[in-house]
């Protein structure tokens, strides 16, 4: 038995999804949280599979999330549809329910948030609701687990007696007749095809290109749905569109004034407006948010989470000094020897000891977050992304990029252009990963011990300047025309979930731990072979002389000119091809082979601070890892990530130049 779980964003659908599936999936307080569909077991029922699909408006084919969503119920994929709504918006989310009542399909309604309506004055007559509408109604308050089980045995009740909607008709006038009569004109092919009439007459009245191709109407029956909707147009005075968009909102005023009472303006709502006349401040608002990401860096990378990565990093090289004594003792080979403490410890250990900085970045992010506060950001990022050619809606997936690459461009899917969904897969990489921080905070703690903070928030700053640049080049070449509109709804400020927030940190890390025990782990333990072995097999005593320093060399030309030509570096760059901490990890095992030297010194032998600064530009351009590739490939197809990958190489190559020679001049 599969559920296929529908509703509005931020009606509360990936909340309810987790209290049914107790999966710790994802929920945030802004729209695109739910990028494509998650499947889960329903809890004490083992049979039952309840899919999160995205939250939309409707289930017209205008944007990805509609289609996946119209796709799976129209398809025979799901027994019963739950359609989750807002109790705090019921007129505005009882559009999209009349819509999936047209599919005919077996159907429940879960009223969501009725704490929050009855806490501002207003009520459901529950019985007459269900009535107007002819499906079952359940309230329930997802965020408290309250009225779950309830919706799980009605809903499974629906499902076995597949009992549809009793009501389906909810118009009148020339719309009703309009339907009625394109019911008898398509009601063959519908039938053949095995999809609801009624849905299908009122997506033709619409004008549903997609829709009209696949039921293969004939020319002469064209002409008759064209007259059709001409007599309605004219009776109405109205396009089709507002046609019926006026008979379901007209359908929906009636339904609620009989059983809804309406709540009062919140103290939420309230809240919220008075600090958006401060927060999305046409002026006010861009330097608030700039302040905000300044105190975050300031309390990650000073306050808390660099004392904590000082003592994971202690911790780990006290643990390194006690397993290679142990191994000496027991007379390890030292080849083995070797691999542990210079492949492993140094490798991975000098990733892991970058956790807690990690940890507590994502704790600030998600927080912000959950609290409602980054809507307000894409909001007011839709002005002046405007300018580069996108919407602000593409904020949303390059503001995902900070976290990490690979959802960030799964996330292009919502936006509504092929346009901005290859622009913004082009920017995502410009928006600083995590993976990148630990390349930051390693060098901005040799070469500006003094001011870290500040040297870690200018390299994110240039990396979205030089995002910037290459959005305007883009614009003026490769992509014209204006961007599409960007609507988005404005969340309630609230409280962050203690439990939301536990969530999404504890992702990261368990992200990033799978990471360091996966990719880079096998990344540390080929670079420290290579930089062991010769080509012979012989182990070298320097490892200059090793298969890496060969390789290392031999494309080393290509780097010259940026200012470091030396093999470690750019071995620590194409390792970076398969994760950014890999970077990090192969420094420091083609420098543990001095001994007694640290990393940090070893570092400090290899760039000056003119040449590290060129380095970090071309790790911040660079193309992301493999991921991240395979997720271009997937979105923009295998030419569009070829010519990605070619831009990325370039650009980083043109800015690294750049860094170098022009800081050569500045500071000769």
Not at 173 to 186: D, L
Not at 472 to 490: A, R
Not at 534 to 562: E, H, K, Q, W, Y
């Amino acid at each position: 038995m599969i559920f296929a779980l529908t509703g509005n964003q931020n009606s509360g659908k990936t909340t309810l999804f987790n209290q049914l599936t107790g999966a710790n999936q994802r929920v945030g307080n802004f729209p695109g949280v739910t990028v494509s569909g998650k499947t889960g077991l329903i809890k004490k029922h083992n049979n039952v599979t309840v899919v999160d699909l995205p939250g939309i408006y409707s289930i017209s084919p205008h944007t990805s999330e509609e289609v996946i969503t119209r796709d799976f119920v129209l398809h025979g994929m799901t027994d019963a549809i739950i359609n989750i709504v807002d109790a705090t918006n019921i007129e505005r989310n009882l559009y999209l329910t009349l819509q999936l009542i047209d599919l005919g399909i077996p159907m429940i309604l879960a009223l969501n948030m009725m704490d929050e309506l009855q806490n501002n004055g207003g009520s459901v007559d529950i019985e007459k609701l269900s009535k107007h509408l002819g499906i079952p109604v359940v309230p329930i308050c997802a965020t408290k687990n309250e009225g779950i089980e309830e919706l799980v045995e009605e809903a499974i009740k629906v499902a076995e007696n597949n009992i549809t909607p009793k009501r389906i008709d909810f118009c009148e006038g020339p719309v009703h007749r309009a339907i009625h009569a394109m019911v008898h004109v398509i009601e063959d092919h519908a039938n053949r095809k095995g999809l609801p009439r009624r849905f299908v007459a009122t997506k033709l009245i619409e004008g549903d290109d997609s829709l009209e191709k696949k039921l293969e109407i004939s020319y002469n029956e064209k002409e008759i749905i064209g007259h059709i909707v001409l007599e309605m147009e004219t009776e109405l005075g109205t396009d089709c569109e507002a046609a019926l968009a006026d008979m379901r909102y007209a359908a929906i005023h009636d339904i609620t004034s009989d059983s809804v009472v309406k709540p009062e303006v919140s103290k939420e709502a309230l809240r919220s407006n008075t600090a958006d006349k401060l927060l999305t401040n046409k002026y006010l608002g861009i330097p608030i948010f700039i302040g905000i990401m300044l105190l975050i860096f300031w309390l990650t990378f000073t306050v808390l989470g660099q004392p904590l990565s000082d003592w994971l990093g202690v911790g780990i090289e006290w643990l390194a000094e006690k397993t290679s004594t142990a191994m000496e003792n027991a007379h390890v080979n030292d080849v083995i020897q070797s691999l542990v403490i210079d492949g492993v410890f140094a490798g991975v250990g000098s990733v892991l000891s970058f956790l807690p900085l990690i940890a507590v970045l994502f704790l600030f992010l998600s927080l912000l977050e959950d609290s409602g506060y980054m809507a307000r950001v894409a909001f007011i990022m839709d002005r002046p992304l405007r300018r580069l050619g996108l919407s602000g809606k593409s904020f949303v997936p390059m503001l995902i990029g900070f976290g990490c690459s690979v959802p960030a461009i799964m996330a292009t899917r919502t936006l509504y252009s092929d346009q901005d969904k290859k622009m913004t897969t082009i920017l995502v990489p410009f928006m600083t990963c995590g993976a990148k921080v630990p390349v930051f905070v390693l060098f901005a703690a040799i070469f500006y011990p003094q001011n870290q903070t500040l040297a870690i928030m200018t390299m994110y700053v240039f990396s979205i300047l030089l995002g910037i640049a290459a959005a305007l080049l883009f614009k003026n070449t490769v992509f014209h025309g204006n961007p599409i509109p960007f609507i988005m709804e404005l969340p309630n400020y609230r409280i962050p979930s203690a439990k939301t927030t536990f969530i999404l940190v504890w992702d990261r890390v368990k992200e990033f731990l799978l990471r360091a025990f996966t990719i880079i782990f096998i990344a540390t333990i080929i670079i420290w072979f290579l930089q062991t072995f010769n080509f012979r097999l012989d182990v070298v005593a320097d490892a200059a002389n090793s298969m890496l320093a060969t390789i290392g060399r031999n494309i080393s030309g290509i780097f010259a000119p940026l200012g470091f030509g030396n093999w470690q570096s750019v071995t620590a760059l194409v390792s970076g091809f398969a994760a950014k901490e890999v970077i990090i990890s192969s420094l420091a095992v083609v420098t543990s082979s001095v001994e007694g030297e640290t990393l940090d010194a070893a570092i400090k032998t290899l760039f000056t601070p003119l040449q590290a600064a060129s380095f970090i530009a071309f790790v911040i351009v660079y193309t992301p890892c493999m991921a991240a590739v395979a997720a271009m490939k997937r979105e923009v197809g295998t030419k569009w990530m070829f010519g990605i990958i070619a831009f990325q190489l370039i650009f980083a190559w043109a800015v690294s130049f750049l860094v170098y020679n022009v800081g050569g001049i500045w500071f000769s």
